[in-house]
């Protein structure tokens, strides 16, 4: 089981950029598949990036193509999610999460059922 702690969070204007980092320790070898979610008030978790070993296959949700960046550095166990053109609608609580699982699909990596790990969350908040 790896330990997941995200950091970067805080308040931004609209149209800024942050970059939140999730820094894994304990069962690193865990982290086949890292993805992030987010949770807006009042809202279900949704699915935002995801990334393999490698840090290929990058998978996006429609909100934030173009927009943000899921990167990785193995070396560290470290996850990182550049955002940029940021958006109130942006504003939510951002989770990290891994999995040791290799999935034959892309498509899984976007479901919060695949992960077993997860960390606590940063909030972002946007104003407009």
């Known amino acids: 089981q790896a330990h997941l702690v995200e950091s970067g969070g805080g308040l931004v204007q609209a149209g800024g950029s942050l970059r939140l980092s999730c820094a894994a320790s304990?069962?690193?070898?865990?982290?086949?598949?890292v993805g992030w979610f987010r949770q807006a008030p009042g809202k279900e978790r949704e699915f935002v990036a995801s990334?393999?070993?490698?840090?290929?296959?990058?998978s996006y949700a429609d909100s934030v193509k173009g927009r943000f960046t899921i990167s990785r550095d193995n070396a560290k166990s470290t996850v990182y999610l550049q955002m940029s053109s940021l958006k109130p609608e942006d504003t939510a609580v951002y989770y990290c999460?891994?999995?040791?699982?290799?999935?034959?699909?892309?498509?899984?990596?976007?479901?919060?059922?695949?992960?077993?790990?997860w960390g606590q969350g940063t909030q972002v908040t946007v104003s407009a």
């Open positions: 990334t393999r070993r490698a840090g290929g296959n990058p």
């Open positions: 304990g069962r690193t070898s865990s982290m086949y598949g």
């Open positions: 999460a891994a999995t040791g699982a290799a999935y034959d699909n892309t498509e899984s990596y976007a479901a919060a059922w695949a992960y077993n790990d």
